[in-house]
């Protein structure tokens, strides 16, 4: 029987191809704001993005630094090698799992993702991955879409979750904020431009 991450991995394979267009539109008009945000916080010399995806952050990535992205989807990969090599964007691509991250303790000054953790099958295991690759005094980045805190709004989210984890792959109804929290950050807050379903979020080691 296929595992948790076994299943995601398939369905984020399956959509590959089409994932850029199927995100098309709300990329135009909230999405690559939020980005703009969130990678305008990123500092180096050594940054690793988490679930790179297709490359969508690659014009968002800073300058005179080292960037290591992973994502566990071979497709995705495939599709964020074509679109590196056509633009020549300077990015160390690898296939790789959050929750299980083949990298040393404390080896990147910022960690990010973006829209990441509501795929993640065990989402507590894989934000102790990213607290334990990043360097003391270091920070991770996310942005996230969460459960509302209104209860018609949540109760909507839950009735929607099976149809929206089933066509692309996220749970709508996580609380990666109270998650973070749950980790042994020094400090974490929500950025500027966090509404009350999506999250710009940041954790000092």
Known sequence: MATDSEKTRRRYDRIAPFFDGLEGVLEGLFFSR??????????????LE????TGKNFPL???????????????????ARKKRDRR?????LEQMDVESLCYADNSF???IATFVFCSVPKPKKGLQELYRV?????????????????????????????????????????????????CPFQ?????PGSSDMIKLIRAVK
């Open 134 to 182: 990043c360097k003391p005094g270091g920070q991770v980045l996310l942005l996230e879409h969460v459960l509302s805190s209104n209860k018609i709004m949540a109760a909507l989210m839950k009735l929607m979750k099976p149809l929206v984890q089933s066509l692309f792959g996220a749970d709508i109804t996580r609380q990666t904020v109270k998650n973070v929290q749950a």
């Open 109 to 111: 000054d910022t960690v």
């Open 187 to 191: 400090k974490v807050q929500q950025l």
């Open 34 to 47: 939020w980005r703009k945000n969130l990678w305008s916080q990123a500092r180096g010399p050594d940054i």
């Open 50 to 53: 988490v679930g790179v995806g």
């Open 61 to 79: 990535y800073p300058e005179n630094v080292r960037i290591t992205a992973i994502d566990f989807s071979p497709k995705m990969l495939e599709q």
């Open 88 to 92: 020549s964007i300077e990015v160390d």
